[in-house]
T-cell receptor
Framework: GDSVTQMEGPVTLSEEAFLTINCTYT??????LFWYVQYPGEGLQLLLK?????DKGSNKGFEATYRKETTSFHLEKGSVQVSDSAVYFC??????????FGAGTTVTVRA | DAMVIQNPRYQVTQFGKPVTLSCSQT?????MYWYQQKSSQAPKLLFH???????NEADTPDNFQSRRPNTSFCFLDIRSPGLGDAAMYLC????????????FGPGTRLTVT
């Protein structure tokens, strides 16, 4: 079945540091890949997505590239801010209605 | 703005007292989902509706029920809440035939006393 393995946290960084959160997946067919972000006390928000191999999703300075050969979708940001402190979930959909989530990575950015 | 709305944001109920959480959407999406999320764990899918067709996950307890009276609204009923049911409940929507992207509401934090 489908599964997502995500880098365990928590991750603590200083402002302006480089952030990488690793995500690898197992899926049948050609899944769509997502990164969702959850700020404290809120629901999940879509951060970025990629629907086919070699696509790069980007938003708010975050980027992730769909790598079929390594079955990966690593999230990166070059310079984090305190406001990026949140829980980040990698997810995939290999049909068009169910999401498989990774365990989530808690990121804390200190000023 | 089109969105997913959940009410209330915070709900306190007593052990064993039935409670209903509500979700509405203005996106006109045909699929609606209910998730349970504890701490900062990944959301756990309880069930979903594809239009009026109800789809229960195999491990969802019978204590959890759902209703979808129309396209816009979906309800989560917990018949006899236990202390273990305290969690964040997330509603989400999607349009079938798209790439699987789901749109989430802000969640309802349920406390069981």
């Amino acid at each position: 079945g489908d599964s997502v393995t995500q880098m365990e946290g928590p991750v603590t960084l200083s402002e302006e540091a480089f952030l990488t959160i690793n995500c690898t997946y197992t899926a049948t067919g050609y899944p769509s890949l997502f990164w969702y972000v959850q700020y404290p006390g809120e629901g999940l928000q879509l951060l970025l997505k990629a629907t086919k191999a070699d696509d790069k999703g980007s938003n708010k300075g975050f980027e992730a590239t769909y790598r079929k050969e390594t079955t990966s979708f690593h999230l990166e940001k070059g310079s984090v801010q305190v406001s990026d402190s949140a829980v980040y979930f990698c997810a995939l959909s290999s049909n068009d209605y169910k999401l498989s989530f990774g365990a989530g990575t808690t990121v804390t950015v200190r000023a | 703005d089109a969105m997913v709305i959940q009410n209330p944001r915070y709900q306190v109920t007593q052990f064993g007292k039935p409670v209903t959480l509500s979700c509405s959407q203005t996106l006109n999406h045909n699929v609606m989902y209910w998730y349970q999320q504890k701490s900062s764990q990944a959301p756990k899918l309880l069930f979903h509706y594809y239009d009026k067709d109800f789809n229960n996950e195999a491990d969802t307890p019978d204590n959890f029920q759902s209703r979808r009276p129309n396209t816009s609204f979906c309800f989560l009923d917990i018949r006899s809440p236990g202390l273990g049911d305290a969690a964040m409940y997330l509603c989400a929507t999607s349009r079938k035939g798209r790439d699987g992207e789901q749109y989430f509401g802000p969640g309802t934090r349920l406390t069981v006393t």
